[in-house]
């Protein structure tokens, strides 16, 4: 069996109630122009567009495909626009339209290989030239309890690093190969790893990578 590439159930029920936390990156963010047009893809409930509108940026456009987390994103953040996905990954802009993207813990979302290629090309296509894309992520964990769930999980979804969590999500951890090769049609700029909690609240290592838009 393959990985699911629709949980906007999920997301859209359970997924309301966790909190998210990646951080930014302020050196890589101060590299955007505060009138930049940025996309903050699966935004959920619009942490970071706040955060980036609270930091002066004027142009910030949220995008998810849970409709739960795009009402309440709109009810917090008013500094910032925010849209459901009607046809994911599929985005209402031309080539080029935006200046700089954002794709926080959303792969993770997304275990199914075709999947995240179809998301990461239509980034490419939206992102203009040089267009800086800010990537936080899960690789794979070295603890046991991680370790042992990948192996339980791998022969239903073809794939180690795909697991279920126990509320119901189907989520997934990268090799770095896997990474390397989603984003090879853009040139690497910056990378680093960091430790964040997850929306389970449970301690884990979060890698974050720069690209810029060939
Ligand atoms: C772990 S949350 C992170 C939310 C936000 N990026 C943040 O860091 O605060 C993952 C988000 O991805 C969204 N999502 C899941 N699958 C998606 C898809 N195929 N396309 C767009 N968004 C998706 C979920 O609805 C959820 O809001």
């Avoid at 009138?35 to 959920?44: I, K, P, R, S, T």
């Avoid at 910032?80 to 985005?91: E, H, I, K, S």
């Avoid at 179809?118 to 070295?142: F, I, K, M, N």
Wanted: hydrophobic share 40%; glycine share 8%; aromatic share 10%.
């Amino acid at each position: 069996m393959s990985a699911p590439d629709d949980q906007s159930a999920y997301w859209n029920s359970t997924g309301t109630t966790k909190t998210f936390g990646h951080p930014l990156n302020p050196a890589w963010t101060a590299r955007i122009d505060r009138d930049a047009a940025v996309l903050d893809y699966g935004c959920g409930y619009g942490r970071l567009a706040g955060e980036l509108a609270a930091l002066g940026f004027t142009d910030v456009e949220g995008v998810d495909v849970a409709p739960e987390l795009i009402a309440r994103a709109r009810a917090e953040q008013p500094g910032a626009r925010f849209a459901v996905l009607a046809d994911p990954p599929g985005l209402d802009r031309p080539d080029g339209g935006y200046d700089a993207a954002f794709l926080f813990a959303v792969l993770t979302c997304v275990p199914d290989d075709a999947a995240q290629r179809a998301l990461v090309a239509e980034l490419h296509r939206v992102l203009r030239p040089g267009a800086l894309l800010h990537v936080s992520d899960y690789g794979l964990q070295p603890d046991e309890r991680n370790r042992e769930r990948y192996r339980r999980c791998e022969a239903r979804y073809g794939r180690f690093g795909v697991f279920e969590t126990s509320d119901g999500a189907v989520c997934r951890h990268h090799t770095r190969d896997w990474l390397d090769g989603l984003f090879a049609a853009f040139d690497p700029v910056d990378e680093r790893e960091i430790p964040v909690v997850t929306m389970n609240g449970r301690p884990a290592v979060a890698t974050q990578l720069l690209f810029a838009r060939r």
